[in-house]
C-alpha cells in the first residue's frame, strides 16, 4: 500500500497549536517531522543563550511528536532533497522565516524542489501581516512606525484567527534516530542551569505565561511596562522567537471579551508593542543590510571608540552605574532584560562609552534567549539614532534619572547588584555621592556623565 508522505520542516515556529504547515502535511497524510540546524555557515549563527533554549524547546517538540523529530544538522539546501528521496515525500511544508539568508536559502530550495516535481508550500507562522503587504499608496516601504501600524496594518485585514493542533498526527518514525542530543546545542560548561531556573520552556509553557500575563500583567501594561521591578511585561519574546507560541495566538487570545474601557486600552498598548515587533521585521525584509549597516547613512562617519577594557565592564555589569549593571546581570543571570533597561544600558554603550551599537547588538546576540535579528538590529539602530524612525540623537538617557524614575524604591536593582543591597533608596542610584560609598565594595563610575554625554553630543552634531 503506498502512502502519501509529506516532509513538514520546523523551523521558528517549534510548536503543533497554530502551525500551519504541520496543519498541511497531516491534511494530506503521513509526515516525516524535521528541525535542521543550518546556521553555522551564516554571519548570524545562533549565539549560545539561543542554542541552549533551542535545545529545550525541540526536546519538548519531540515530546509533543510521540519521540519522532528528526534532527539533523548540515545544509538544508541538501538534506531536504535527500530526505524526499529516501522517504519518496511527494509535498514538502514550511513556515516562513524572514532573516534574508533563510529567505534567500528557501527561494532556491523552493524552486529546486519544484523543478522535481514535488510540491512545495510555505505558509505564514510568525507575523500578523505579511511585509509584502504593508506598502505605502505609492507601493513603497513605510519608514515610521504609527504609519506603519495604524495606516498599514490596522487597516488591513485582522490577522487570521489561530489554527488548533492537528486532530490526528500520522507520524513517520525516522529510519535512523538522530536525536536532538545530536546536535550538541548545550555547551561543555554548564554556565545555563541557573538560567533556566526562571523558565518554563515549552509550547504549554509559553501559553500558561501569557495566561499568567493576562491574568496578572496586562491590566496595567502601559504605564507598568517601564518599571523593571513590576511584573507587568509578559516576558513572552523567546517564546515568540523560537516560535513556541505565535503571535495570532497571543492577539487574538488577549482579546478577551466584555472588557472595560480601561482594559481595551491596555490592550491597545500591548499589541502595539506586538506591531513594533512586525515593523522590525518589516524593516530587515525591505532593508536586509539592517543588522549590518546604519540604516541612517549619514552615521557611517561617526567617530566610535574602539575600548574594550570598557566594553567589558558593561558586558560585565561592572560599570559602576547601578541601574546599568542591574541590567546587564539580569541578562547574564536570566537570559532575558527587562525593555526598559535595554533601552538603558544600550544608550550608554553608545552615547556614554560611545562605542559602536554592533558591538552591543552582537554581545545581546550571544546572551539573550530571546536575541532575534530582526528585534535586535532595529532596536539597537533605533536606541543609536541611526534606525529607522529613530530615537533623535540628542536623547541621551541619563542612568541615574532613569534609574530614580524607573526603580524609585531600588528594588530591581538590590536583586541583581546585591552589593548595594543595604543602601537606602536615597544612595543607591548613585552611590558615589554618599559618604557610605567607600564602604561599599562596588567600582566607582567609569565615566563622567556629563562630559561624556559632551562629547557625544558634539560628535553627532558633527555628523
Ligand atoms: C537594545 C535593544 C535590543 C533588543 N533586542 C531584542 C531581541 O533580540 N529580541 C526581542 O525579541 N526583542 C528585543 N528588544 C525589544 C524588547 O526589549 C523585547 O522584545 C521585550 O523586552 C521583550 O519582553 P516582553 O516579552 O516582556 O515584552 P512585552 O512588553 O510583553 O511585549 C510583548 C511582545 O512584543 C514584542 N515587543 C515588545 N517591545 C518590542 C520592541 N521595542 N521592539 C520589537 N518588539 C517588541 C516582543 O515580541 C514581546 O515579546 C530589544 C530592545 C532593545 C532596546
Same mark, same amino acid.
Given at each position: 500500500?503506498?502512502?502519501?508522505?509529506?516532509?513538514?520542516?520546523?523551523?521558528?515556529?517549534?510548536?503543533?497549536?497554530?502551525?500551519?504547515?504541520?496543519?498541511?502535511? *497531516?491534511?494530506?497524510?503521513?509526515?516525516?517531522?524535521?528541525?535542521?540546524?543550518?546556521?553555522?555557515?551564516?554571519?548570524?549563527?545562533?549565539?549560545? =543563550?539561543?542554542?541552549?533554549?533551542?535545545?529545550?524547546?525541540?526536546?519538548?517538540?519531540?515530546?509533543?511528536? @510521540?519521540?519522532?523529530?528528526?534532527?539533523?544538522?548540515?545544509?538544508?539546501?541538501?538534506?531536504?532533497? $535527500?530526505?524526499?528521496?529516501?522517504?519518496?515525500?511527494?509535498?514538502?511544508?514550511?513556515?516562513? *522565516?524572514?532573516?534574508?539568508?533563510?529567505?534567500?536559502?528557501?527561494?532556491?530550495?523552493?524552486?529546486?524542489?519544484?523543478?522535481?516535481?514535488?510540491?512545495?508550500?510555505?505558509?505564514?507562522?510568525?507575523?500578523?501581516?505579511?511585509?509584502? $503587504?504593508?506598502?505605502?499608496?505609492?507601493?513603497?516601504?513605510?519608514?515610521?512606525?504609527?504609519?506603519?501600524?495604524?495606516?498599514?496594518?490596522?487597516?488591513?485585514?485582522?490577522?487570521?484567527?489561530?489554527?488548533?493542533?492537528?486532530?490526528?498526527?500520522?507520524?513517520?518514525?525516522?529510519?535512523?534516530? +538522530?536525536?536532538?542530543?545530536?546536535?550538541?546545542?548545550?555547551?561543555?560548561?554548564?554556565?545555563?542551569?541557573?538560567?533556566?531556573?526562571?523558565?518554563?520552556?515549552? +509550547?504549554?509553557? =509559553?501559553?500558561?505565561?501569557?495566561? @499568567?500575563?493576562? +491574568?496578572?500583567?496586562?491590566?496595567?501594561?502601559?504605564?507598568?511596562?517601564?518599571?523593571?521591578?513590576?511584573?507587568?511585561?509578559?516576558?513572552?519574546?523567546?517564546?515568540?522567537?523560537?516560535?513556541?507560541?505565535?503571535?495570532?495566538?497571543?492577539?487574538?487570545?488577549?482579546?478577551?471579551?466584555?472588557?472595560?474601557?480601561?482594559?481595551?486600552?491596555?490592550?491597545?498598548?500591548?499589541?502595539?508593542?506586538?506591531?513594533?515587533?512586525?515593523? &522590525?521585521?518589516?524593516?530587515?525584509?525591505?532593508?536586509?543590510?539592517?543588522?549590518?549597516?546604519?540604516?541612517? &547613512?549619514?552615521?557611517?562617519?561617526?567617530?566610535?571608540?574602539?575600548?574594550?577594557?570598557?566594553?567589558?565592564?558593561?558586558?560585565?555589569?561592572?560599570?559602576?552605574?547601578?541601574?546599568?549593571?542591574?541590567?546587564?546581570?539580569?541578562?547574564?543571570?536570566?537570559?532575558?532584560?527587562?525593555?526598559?533597561?535595554?533601552?538603558?544600558?544600550?544608550?550608554?554603550?553608545?552615547?556614554?562609552?560611545?562605542?559602536?551599537?554592533?558591538?552591543?547588538?552582537?554581545?545581546?546576540?550571544?546572551?539573550?534567549?530571546?536575541?532575534?535579528?530582526?528585534?535586535?538590529?532595529?532596536?539597537?539602530?533605533?536606541?543609536?539614532?541611526?534606525?529607522?524612525?529613530?530615537?533623535?540623537?540628542?536623547?541621551?538617557?541619563?542612568?541615574?534619572?532613569?534609574?530614580?524614575?524607573?526603580?524609585?524604591?531600588? $528594588?530591581?536593582?538590590?536583586?541583581?547588584?546585591?552589593?548595594?543591597?543595604?543602601?537606602? =533608596?536615597?544612595?543607591? @542610584?548613585?552611590?558615589?555621592?554618599?559618604?557610605?560609598?567607600?564602604?561599599?565594595?562596588?567600582?566607582?563610575?567609569?565615566?563622567?556623565?556629563?562630559?561624556?554625554?559632551?562629547?557625544?553630543?558634539?560628535?553627532?552634531?558633527?555628523?
Amino acid at each position: 500500500m503506498s502512502y502519501y508522505t509529506s516532509l513538514v520542516w520546523f523551523r521558528q515556529d517549534l510548536r503543533t497549536e497554530d502551525n500551519p504547515a504541520l496543519q498541511a502535511g *497531516c491534511q494530506k497524510g503521513r509526515v516525516l517531522a524535521v528541525y535542521i540546524l543550518d546556521d553555522e555557515e551564516t554571519s548570524w549563527s545562533m549565539g549560545g =543563550a539561543s542554542k541552549v533554549w533551542l535545545h529545550r524547546a525541540l526536546q519538548d517538540l519531540d515530546k509533543s511528536l @510521540h519521540g519522532n523529530l528528526l534532527c539533523l544538522q548540515g545544509k538544508a539546501a541538501s538534506l531536504i532533497p $535527500e530526505l524526499v528521496r529516501q522517504y519518496k515525500i511527494k509535498s514538502v511544508f514550511w513556515n516562513r *522565516c524572514y532573516e534574508p539568508w533563510r529567505i534567500h536559502r528557501d527561494t532556491q530550495l523552493k524552486s529546486s524542489l519544484r523543478n522535481q516535481g514535488v510540491e512545495v508550500e510555505s505558509f505564514n507562522g510568525s507575523l500578523l501581516w505579511e511585509p509584502w $503587504e504593508v506598502l505605502k499608496k505609492d507601493q513603497t516601504p513605510y519608514r515610521v512606525f504609527t504609519p506603519f501600524y495604524r495606516k498599514g496594518c490596522l487597516a488591513a485585514a485582522a490577522p487570521r484567527m489561530p489554527l488548533p493542533a492537528p486532530e490526528s498526527l500520522n507520524l513517520i518514525t525516522p529510519d535512523k534516530q +538522530e536525536s536532538v542530543e545530536q546536535l550538541n546545542l548545550l555547551p561543555k560548561i554548564n554556565w545555563y542551569q541557573p538560567m533556566l531556573q526562571h523558565w518554563d520552556i515549552s +509550547e504549554q509553557g =509559553a501559553s500558561r505565561q501569557l495566561e @499568567h500575563f493576562l +491574568e496578572s500583567g496586562l491590566q496595567n501594561y502601559k504605564a507598568g511596562r517601564d518599571f523593571p521591578a513590576m511584573k507587568s511585561v509578559s516576558r513572552l519574546s523567546p517564546y515568540l522567537h523560537f516560535g513556541l507560541i505565535s503571535p495570532h495566538q497571543v492577539w487574538h487570545q488577549s482579546q478577551m471579551n466584555g472588557m472595560s474601557d480601561q482594559l481595551e486600552k491596555q490592550l491597545d498598548h500591548f499589541q502595539s508593542e506586538l506591531g513594533w515587533r512586525e515593523f &522590525s521585521y518589516y524593516l530587515l525584509y525591505h532593508f536586509p543590510t539592517l543588522p549590518e549597516k546604519n540604516f541612517q &547613512s549619514k552615521f557611517d562617519s561617526f567617530p566610535w571608540r574602539k575600548d574594550d577594557e570598557a566594553l567589558q565592564k558593561w558586558k560585565n555589569g561592572q560599570t559602576g552605574y547601578p541601574i546599568i549593571d542591574a541590567g546587564m546581570r539580569e541578562l547574564w543571570q536570566t537570559g532575558y532584560m527587562h525593555n526598559r533597561v535595554r533601552m538603558i544600558v544600550a544608550s550608554f554603550l553608545i552615547k556614554n562609552l560611545m562605542i559602536d551599537w554592533r558591538e552591543g547588538a552582537q554581545w545581546f546576540w550571544d546572551t539573550l534567549f530571546d536575541a532575534d535579528l530582526a528585534n535586535n538590529s532595529a532596536s539597537w539602530q533605533w536606541v543609536a539614532g541611526c534606525g529607522a524612525d529613530a530615537a533623535p540623537y540628542f536623547r541621551i538617557f541619563n542612568p541615574v534619572t532613569q534609574s530614580k524614575k524607573f526603580d524609585p524604591d531600588g $528594588e530591581y536593582i538590590r536583586h541583581f547588584v546585591p552589593e548595594l543591597s543595604g543602601c537606602s =533608596a536615597r544612595v543607591l @542610584h548613585a552611590p558615589w555621592e554618599s559618604s557610605e560609598a567607600n564602604l561599599i565594595d562596588y567600582p566607582q563610575p567609569m565615566v563622567d556623565l556629563k562630559s561624556s554625554r559632551k562629547d557625544a553630543l558634539e560628535a553627532f552634531r558633527d555628523l
